[in-house]
C-alpha cells in the first residue's frame, strides 16, 4: 500500500520559517515527481511547488506567490522530500498537502496534509 | 497558465440520480486530467486519473471521459457519501492548475 505524510505544520509568527517534510512509501520514492500544494481556509486548491526525479536533474518550479521564498528538496535514500518556507507570510497559512506524482500519467498519491498558521 | 473551468458551481440532486459534471480547459491538455472528491474536512482523493481511468478502490459508478479541452466526470447512480467538492486537475502543463471546484448536494 502507498502511503504519504506529510508533518511540521505549525503556528508561526510572519517572517518565520519552517520547514515540512513528506515521507512515502510503498513504490520507488525516486521514480516519482514530488509536488505540494495548499488549501486556504475555505478556498480551493493552490500548487505550490515541485521537484522532478534525479534523472531529470532534481529541477524545481514554483508557484508565483511563493517563488523566491520556498524551496522543495528530496532525499531517495530516506524516501523524504522537504518543502522550506522563508519570509512567511499570513497569506500561506492553510493546509499544506504533498503529492507524488507518476511519470506521465495523472495518477498520484497524497498525504492527508499538514496545517500551517502564519499569525501575529 | 491554464485555466480550468468547471461547471456548475453547486449541483443538487436526489439519491440514485445522474450526476454530470464538467471541466473545461482553456487550451488542450490532451489526456493528463485527473477528477478528485474532497470531503470536508479530508484531503483530496484520486477518483479519475488520465481522463477515464479510475483509481484503485474507486467504485464503478464514477467514470470520466473526454481529451483535448473538454472533460466530463459522471456519477451515475448518487449515494448519500458522495456529497462533496469535486476538482478537475490538469498536469498537461506547467504550472499543475486545479479547476475552482463543483460542488455536489445531495437532497
Known amino acids: 500500500e502507498v502511503q504519504v505524510v506529510e508533518s511540521g505544520g505549525d503556528l508561526v509568527k510572519p517572517g518565520r520559517s519552517l520547514r515540512l517534510s513528506c515521507i512515502g512509501s510503498g513504490v520507488t520514492f525516486g521514480d516519482h515527481y514530488i509536488s505540494w500544494f495548499r488549501q486556504a481556509p475555505g478556498k480551493g486548491l493552490e500548487w505550490v511547488g515541485f521537484i522532478r526525479i534525479k534523472a531529470y536533474g532534481a529541477t524545481t518550479s514554483y508557484g508565483a506567490s511563493v517563488k523566491g521564498r520556498f524551496s522543495i528538496s528530496r532525499d531517495d535514500s530516506k524516501g523524504i522530500a522537504y518543502l522550506q518556507m522563508d519570509s512567511l507570510q499570513i497569506e500561506d497559512t492553510g493546509i499544506y498537502y504533498c503529492?507524488?506524482?507518476?511519470?506521465?500519467?495523472?495518477?498520484?498519491?497524497w498525504g492527508q496534509g499538514t496545517p500551517v498558521t502564519v499569525s501575529s | 497558465e491554464i485555466v480550468l473551468t468547471q461547471s456548475p458551481a453547486t449541483l443538487s440532486l436526489s439519491p440514485g440520480e445522474r450526476a454530470t459534471l464538467s471541466c473545461r480547459a482553456s487550451?488542450?491538455?490532451?489526456?493528463?486530467l485527473a477528477w478528485y472528491r474532497q470531503k470536508p474536512g479530508q484531503a483530496p482523493r484520486l477518483l479519475i486519473y488520465d481522463a477515464s481511468n479510475r483509481a484503485t478502490g474507486i467504485p464503478a459508478r464514477f467514470s470520466g471521459s473526454g481529451s483535448g479541452a473538454d472533460f466530463t466526470l459522471t456519477i451515475s447512480s448518487l449515494e448519500p457519501e458522495d456529497s462533496a467538492v469535486y476538482y478537475c486537475q490538469q498536469r498537461g502543463n506547467w504550472p499543475w492548475t486545479f479547476g475552482q471546484g463543483t460542488k455536489v448536494e445531495i437532497k
Open positions: 487550451q488542450s491538455v490532451s489526456s493528463y
Open positions: 503529492m507524488m506524482a507518476v511519470i506521465n500519467t495523472t495518477l498520484a498519491y
